[in-house]
């Protein structure tokens, strides 16, 4: 699977939108960009994820540049429960036994 | 969403002594599952991949006879952490995958082991 490059932290106000952006510069034509989420002590929880087109779902919108070298994690309107570490995982859709290989993240703080 | 669920969510143990944490899948069947560890303040380092009526197979580094793993059926894995010493103190996580077409990996909340 291709590598990922995040920032490792980030602030955003509460009610702003919240834009992660994450560099994968190095992914093949089958791979899949996946977001997961890590709130403190809980397991991580999937987000989105997306091929080429721009994704949207009730969390959050996925907008993968057009060489697919980076994407941009949107959340809309960001709330304290947002604060978490933020995971970019490039992977091959059809896996088989291959499990998610976690980098080290975006830490966002969300503040009141 | 499938969900996984794990127990106990938290445990304290004496040094030496050994410990098991169980992994569930509660409404579909995961034909294999994995074993992540995570140490304060880093990233979910993968220990494990295990598929359900086989032996896992285990990432290097990790000892695989002092971390035993067995996934005897399609919704039951268990992770038993022998001899366990302070340094074992760490979040366990599991995760779930169900067989194909999908590919979607679902996570456990988390066992906190804390070794004295």
């Known amino acids: 699977d291709a590598k990922t490059t995040q920032p490792p932290s980030m602030d955003c106000a509460e009610g702003r939108a919240a834009n992660l952006p994450c560099n994968h510069s190095?992914?093949?034509?089958?791979?899949?960009v996946y977001w997961y989420r890590q709130i403190h002590s809980q397991g991580p929880q999937y987000i989105i994820h997306g091929l080429k087109n721009n994704e949207t779902n009730e969390m959050a919108s996925l907008i993968i540049t057009e060489d697919r070298k980076s994407s941009t994690l949107i959340l809309p309107h960001a709330t304290l429960r947002d604060t978490a570490v933020y995971y970019c995982i490039v992977r091959v859709a059809k896996t088989g036994n291959t499990p998610l290989v976690f980098g080290k993240g975006t830490r966002l703080s969300v503040i009141a | 969403g499938a969900v996984v669920s794990q127990h106990p969510s938290r445990v304290i143990c004496k040094s030496g002594t050994s410990v098991k944490i169980e992994c569930r899948s509660l409404?579909?069947?995961?034909?294999?599952m994995f074993w992540y560890r995570q140490f304060p303040k880093q990233s979910l380092m993968l220990m494990a991949t295990s598929n359900e009526g086989s032996k896992a197979t285990y990432e290097q580094g990790v000892e695989k006879d002092k971390f035993l793993i067995n996934h005897a059926s399609l919704t039951l894995s268990t992770l038993t952490v022998t001899s366990a010493h302070p340094e074992d103190s760490s979040f366990y996580i599991c995760?779930?995958?169900?067989?194909?077409?999908?590919?979607?990996?679902?996570f456990g909340p988390g066992t906190r082991l804390t070794v004295l």
């Open positions: 995760s779930a995958r169900p067989g194909q077409p999908s590919n979607e990996q679902f």
């Open positions: 409404d579909f069947q995961a034909t294999t």
């Open positions: 190095t992914i093949s034509g089958n791979e899949y």
